[in-house]
């Protein structure tokens, strides 16, 4: 069983920033797929960026440039670095961890984001 608790969400101006962070449970986290998903008030939840077990990379066409997903595996920890913050960017920001068929997700952590 993986538990994921995320962290780090909070109030922050435009233009600022925040760094999230997922802790892991278990024993699978440096061989899954890690995920920052995101959803906002009345939207569907979605994307925002990926890291693969080999450290590939994606992100959202909305974040790129202003958000860096990284891992640490020493750690069982994803983090999500969040800088040039938008309005837009305001939801509940939730952790997934993917290995084969099995999927995960933590309880989510509010980003508020205020013009």
């Known amino acids: 069983q993986v538990q994921l608790v995320e962290s780090g969400g909070g109030l922050v101006q435009a233009g600022g920033s925040l760094r999230l962070s997922c802790a892991a449970s278990g024993s699978i986290f440096s061989i899954a797929a890690m995920g920052w998903y995101r959803q906002a008030p009345g939207k569907q939840r979605e994307l925002v960026a990926s890291?693969?077990?080999?450290?590939?990379?994606n992100y959202a066409d909305s974040v790129k440039g202003r958000f860096t997903i990284s891992r640490d595996n020493a750690k069982n920890t994803v983090y999500l670095q969040m800088s040039s913050l938008k309005p837009e960017d305001t939801a509940v920001y939730y952790c997934n961890l993917k290995r084969g068929p099995m999927s995960y997700w933590g309880q989510g952590t509010q980003v508020t984001v205020s013009s």
């Open positions: 890291i693969t077990s080999g450290g590939s990379t």
